[in-house]
């Protein structure tokens, strides 16, 4: 139980696109999602964190209109990348919660970002 | 605030041989505890995680951390790793699950 999927696990893109990538709960309600970035051979940083039916709250140095973040439903919250450049090449993992029940995070599989 | 310091940035092993992991934490309050493994270009799975209640949390895989409060640490510990162990592993701290990771560590086991 309790599985993320996260689409795509693999982008390329011209400079100055956006791209979009989608976090799913696929068996549970996820009351709040995580997006996280991270770099080659470093931890995990998160850029914000988002709530059903709310504005997310992005993390000191994150910019909102950079990464826009969609929480519209129980199952669903997107990351949209905008006007993408070569420094935004990374690697994007979501988590999601319930905080009903007091779940840990659950992690999806991550995408890895690359813009040419 | 909280941070985590996770104090080998690499750690080689032989199969078979056991392998500890070590962690420490600041907050200034109480916090939950966790350990993650990330197989390469994937995310992150839990290990074991620490709420409350007893100090020793065994996890799958058969690995097992203890909490320390006095030392403030959460150090992961397995007795005899396989091949299929080679992976980041993470330590994390947090509260209400808003979590701050440290910088992991890589363990590599060989034949």
């Known amino acids: 139980g309790a599985v993320v999927s996260q689409h795509p696990s693999r982008v390329i893109c011209k400079s100055g696109t956006s791209v979009k990538i989608e976090c799913r709960s696929l068996d549970f309600q996820a009351t709040t999602m995580f997006w996280y970035r991270q770099f080659p051979k470093q931890s995990l940083m998160l850029m914000a964190t988002?709530?059903?039916?709310?504005?997310?709250?992005?993390e000191q140095g994150v910019e909102k209109d950079k990464f826009l973040i969609n929480h519209a439903s129980l199952t669903l919250s997107t990351l949209t990348v905008t006007s993408a450049h070569p420094e935004d090449s990374s690697f994007y993992i979501c988590s999601a919660r319930n905080d009903v029940y007091n779940q840990p995070q659950h992690f999806g599989d991550g995408t890895r970002l690359s813009i040419l | 605030a909280q941070s985590v310091t996770q104090l080998d940035s690499q750690v080689p092993v032989f199969e078979e041989a056991p392998v500890e992991l070590r962690c420490n934490y600041s907050s200034s309050v109480s916090v939950y505890l966790f350990w993650y493994v990330q197989y390469p270009n994937q995310g992150l799975q839990l290990l074991l995680k620490y709420l409350s209640g007893s100090t020793l949390v065994k996890g799958i895989n058969g690995f097992e951390a203890e909490f320390n409060k006095s030392q403030t640490s959460f150090h992961l510990r397995k007795p005899s790793v396989h091949i299929s162990d080679t992976a980041e592993y993470f330590c994390?701290?947090?509260?209400?699950?808003?979590?701050?990771f440290g910088a992991g560590t890589t363990v590599t086991v060989r034949a």
């Open positions: 988002s709530n059903e039916g709310s504005k997310a709250t992005y």
């Open positions: 994390a701290v947090g509260r209400d699950y808003k979590l701050s």
